[in-house]
Structure formats: structure tokens, C-alpha cells
């Protein structure tokens, strides 16, 4: 058993934070990817390789074992954490509340799947290596990218979904999709505490995607859209902000409340801004719509309290040039998204003020692989 699977990173386009709160969100998956390879060897030992953070751990199934007495092996879609083998877990490798290491969120994470799917057995000695070209915990879905690739390669290891080695130009069909995203969406619940699903969902299926409430509804028509993805290189923790925003809607619920309704409304307007552009001529007024939608959203974001100076600065220096601006993903810093028009000059993207990188929305980038 050897094989690689890989899964690409998102950008949201409306609805972050709101859609963890049951509002909507338009997201769509990038050409950046995460990829996995899982070796099965015979030296009784489980090797997680981590370069993107510097992270080489290694584990005797000895002591593994011992974490499993709880777990039953399932194998079928799950929707709840098993708070008793998170417990267990967390004494294991010593994580308390206030630590938010990256290390230990990965660890966490692949020792909760690889337990999960194989308590009940053989614990198979393997060696589990994981890179991507998503910068990590920057808003673009690394801990999702990460998440799906954990779940797709071990429900393969555990026989529970066919290896992508078999047929390779098979692809997995929806319920082993569907099954690859509940054990992913278990991945997310350790590193983010509380996540809505939708980029967990944009990893697994690709394309562009409406989230609401759980439910993912593919967006097949989309017009070309050029976003240029800026990162501040500001770290933040996705967990940390999420559980923020929760205490603000908290202490002022009839303040933040209209305010996550508003952004719900903003991804409705887009979405039909979008399939208006596919269906009739596009004009200027689109792109002044779709512009004053990303302020409008950019500065609830700001009232929800996941703006940085340093996204400040990416509005302020993108609107000299004409352009708008808002973070993606959790904010607190992590990247930003520019909206191009069809006339912008191609080397905007190359000057230091900007970003990183063009990408273009409809080139949608595959699902899981
Ligand atoms: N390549 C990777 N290798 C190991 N761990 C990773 C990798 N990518 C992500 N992670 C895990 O995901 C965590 C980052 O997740 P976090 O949700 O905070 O950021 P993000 O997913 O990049 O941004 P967002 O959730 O806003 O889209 C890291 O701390 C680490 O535990
Ligand atoms: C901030 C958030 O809305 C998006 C992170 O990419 C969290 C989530 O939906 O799980
Ligand atoms: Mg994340």
C-alpha cells in the first residue's frame, strides 16, 4: 500500500464567520493543494511527516493501543466529536485549552481519525507524509486541505473506500465523498473547535459552492472572475477567532445578529450578481455591484471583530488603484482578496504592494484526488 491523494485549499468569497452561524457563504477551491502520501510498512511503528511545519513525530503501536479501549471502529459517516477519545488524546500529547500549537492541532487531528477507523482492529504500522503549497493558517482552508487528505487516505487504508490506485481515473463517487467529508469535517472540529463545514466541503468537492446550514450547493455557471489573493503574513488561529466572534453575538446579540444577516444577504446578492454575468452581457454595473458588496461585507467583518491593521492597509493601498478589497477565511490577519476588472493591468499583481497571486475562479481547480 502506497499511494498519494491531495486536496485543494479555498477562498470564501462572502459568508465567513456568518456561515458558522447558519448563514450563507460562496467559497471556491484554488489551484493550491495539500498532498498526502501513506506508505503501510512493517516496522510497528506510525511516522507522521509534517515539513510545511517542521514537525517529524513518530509513535510505537504499543502505546497506541492503549489510547483505543473507547473507540468501535466505525467506519460510517460520523457527525459528534468522541469527546472521550479527544480527552484521552489530549493527555497523550499534552495539549491543554490554551495551547494552540500547530503541531499538536495536526497531531491531534491524524491520531483521531487513524484511532477512530482502526480502534477496533490491527492498528496497521504506517508512514504518513503530508506537504502543501497553501501557506498554513492563513485563510485558505490549509487545516481543511489537511483534513480531507487525512480522512481520504486512511478510510482507504482502512478498506472503507476504494484506493485511488485501482482505477485512477475512477474517482470516488458521492458516498464515499460524502463519507470523506464527515471524517474530515471530525479533523476540522480539533483544529478549529467550532467550523461550519464549508471549507472542509470546497476540499472534498472542488468547484463553487453555496453553504448553507450544512447543505452544499455546487454553483455550476460562473463567470471568469480575476481575484488577486494577497497574504499579510499576519498568524492567527482560526479557533481563536471563531470562538471571538461567538462571544461578541453574545454579549451584544441584537447588535451582531442584524449584522451576520446583512452578510447573509450580501452572498445572496452576489450569487445572483454571478449568474447574471453568465447569462447576459457583463457590464461595469456588475463589477460596481460585486465591489460595493466586498466593502460592505469588509466592514462587517471589521464590527465582527476579525479585522488587522495589516488588511486595513491591503483596502486603503488597493483602492488608490481603483480596486476592493476584504479578508478570506478567518481574518485577524491571514489573506485578503482583490477584485480585478476585465482591464486591470496584468502587472498590478507583480508590485510589492500587492498580492501574491492571480487566480482565476472559473479555472476551478479538481476536488479530492
Ligand atoms: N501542511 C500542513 N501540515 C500540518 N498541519 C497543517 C498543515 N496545514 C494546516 N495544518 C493544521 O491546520 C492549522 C491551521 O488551521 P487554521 O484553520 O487556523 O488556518 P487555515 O485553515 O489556513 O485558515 P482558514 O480556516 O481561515 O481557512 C495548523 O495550525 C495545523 O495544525
Ligand atoms: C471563519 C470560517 O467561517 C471560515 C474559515 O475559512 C470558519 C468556518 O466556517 O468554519
Ligand atoms: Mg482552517
Not at 209 to 229: D, Q, S
Request: hydrophobic letters at 40%; one cysteine or more.
Amino acid at each position: 500500500m502506497d499511494y498519494i491523494v491531495s486536496a485543494p485549499g479555498k477562498a470564501i468569497l462572502h459568508g465567513e464567520h456568518a456561515v458558522v452561524h447558519g448563514k450563507a457563504a460562496l467559497a471556491v477551491s484554488l489551484n493550491l493543494r495539500t498532498y498526502l502520501r501513506l506508505k503501510a510498512s512493517t516496522t510497528g511503528k506510525v511516522y507522521l511527516n509534517l515539513p510545511n511545519i517542521d514537525a517529524f513525530l513518530c509513535w510505537d503501536l504499543a502505546e497506541l493501543k492503549q489510547l483505543t479501549p473507547y473507540t468501535c471502529g466505525k467506519k460510517k459517516e460520523v457527525k459528534h466529536l468522541d469527546a472521550e477519545l479527544v480527552r484521552r488524546l489530549r493527555e497523550f500529547v499534552g495539549v491543554t485549552n490554551e495551547n494552540l500549537d500547530t503541531c499538536n492541532m495536526a497531531t491531534l487531528a491524524f491520531l483521531y481519525i487513524y484511532l477512530s477507523l482502526f480502534g477496533s482492529e490491527e492498528l496497521p504500522s504506517l508512514t504518513v507524509s503530508v506537504w502543501s503549497e497553501l501557506p498554513t493558517g492563513a485563510g485558505l482552508g490549509s487545516s481543511a486541505a489537511y483534513s480531507v487528505c487525512l480522512a481520504a487516505a486512511l478510510l482507504c487504508a482502512s478498506g472503507a473506500i476504494p484506493t485511488p490506485l485501482w482505477d485512477p481515473t475512477a474517482g470516488w463517487c458521492q458516498e464515499d465523498l460524502e463519507l470523506i467529508n464527515s471524517w474530515a469535517f471530525q479533523g476540522e472540529m480539533i483544529i478549529h473547535g467550532n467550523p461550519s463545514g464549508v471549507d472542509n466541503a470546497v476540499g472534498t468537492w472542488g468547484g463553487m459552492l453555496r453553504f448553507l446550514a450544512g447543505k452544499i450547493i455546487p454553483l455550476g455557471r460562473v463567470p471568469l472572475l480575476r481575484i488577486l489573493l494577497t497574504n499579510t503574513k499576519i498568524p492567527r488561529s482560526t479557533k481563536v477567532l471563531v470562538a471571538g466572534v461567538k462571544d461578541r453575538i453574545n454579549k451584544f446579540p441584537s447588535i451582531i445578529t442584524p449584522v451576520l444577516d446583512s452578510v447573509d444577504a450580501i452572498s445572496c446578492t452576489c450569487e445572483k450578481v454571478l449568474s447574471e454575468m453568465t447569462c447576459e452581457p457583463i457590464t461595469g454595473e456588475h463589477y460596481n455591484i460585486l465591489e460595493e458588496l466586498i466593502d460592505i461585507n469588509q466592514h462587517h467583518l471589521n464590527v465582527m471583530g476579525v479585522g488587522h491593521p495589516a488588511l486595513d492597509t491591503l483596502c486603503r493601498v488597493t483602492l488608490t488603484r481603483g480596486l476592493h478589497s476584504k479578508l478570506t477565511g478567518a481574518g485577524g490577519g491571514g489573506c485578503g482578496i482583490t477584485l480585478l476588472r476585465p482591464g486591470n493591468d496584468e502587472t498590478l499583481a507583480q508590485e510589492r504592494s500587492f498580492g501574491v497571486q492571480v487566480l482565476l475562479c472559473h479555472r476551478l481547480s479538481s476536488p479530492i484526488s
